[in-house]
Each structure stands twice: as C-alpha cells, then as structure tokens.
Nanobody, 126 residues
Framework: QVQLVESGGGLVQAGGSLRLSCASS????????MGWFRQAPGKEREFAAA????????YYADSVLGRFTISRDNAKNTVYLQMNSLKPEDTAVYYC???????????????????WGQGTQVTVSS
C-alpha cells in the first residue's frame, strides 16, 4: 500500500508563488510516474501536471503551462509542484497521485492513477 502526503498549500495573493510537496512511502516510488491534480469547489478534479519515473519527461495542462513546474527527487521519495504567477482561478485542493504503470497517454486521466493523497488547499486571493 502506497501512502502519499501532500504539504505546502496555503493562502497567497495573486501573482505569488507556492511550492507543493508530496512525500511517498515505500521503496518503489522511483518506479512510477507521478501526477498532480486539482479540484475547485463545485468542479470536477482536473489534471495539472505529470512526470515520468525518472523525471525526464513532464506534461502540463494548458491552464498551468509556463507557470507550474513539476519535479521529483527519487532519493527523497518526493514529488514537487512549483507554482508561480498564481491566479485566483488556481484556487483548489491539490492532490498528488501515483500511476501504477499506465502509459503516458493515461497520465492526464484520473483513471491513470492508482493511489491518491489526501490533498492540500491552495487559495489565491485577488
């Protein structure tokens, strides 16, 4: 069983930055792609970013491209999401997830992931 714990959320003004972290239990962290999703109030959970198991490939939703950066440190079993130039519409609960082996075409999909964290709240004020 994989456990994921997100941290780093909070309240920030528009234009500001936050760095989210997601720590994973288990020694197989480096074997799997990871993703970040977000869910705003009243909306469905949506893809934000994904990273390959080695970190060499990254993917972003159009809405965050150029502002967010996903990275991972396999020695620390941790994936990060650096969020810059934040906008009020970025307000959401952010979740990290582990993909159990789905191909890259699945990494933007909810069903491409097998384990999820509990989420961390990000609120961007205008």
């Amino acid at each position: 069983q994989v456990q994921l714990v997100e941290s780093g959320g909070g309240l920030v003004q528009a234009g500001g930055s936050l760095r989210l972290s997601c720590a994973s239990s288990g020694s197989t962290f480096r074997s799997y792609p990871m993703g970040w999703f977000r869910q705003a109030p009243g909306k469905e959970r949506e893809f934000a970013a994904a990273i390959s198991r080695g970190g060499g490939s990254t993917y972003y939703a159009d809405s965050v491209l150029g502002r967010f950066t996903i990275s991972r440190d396999n020695a620390k079993n941790t994936v990060y999401l650096q969020m810059n130039s934040l906008k009020p519409e970025d307000t959401a609960v952010y979740y990290c997830a582990v993909s159990g082996g789905a191909g890259p075409w699945m990494w933007s999909r909810l069903d491409g992931y097998d384990y999820w964290g509990q989420g961390t709240q990000v609120t961007v004020s205008s």
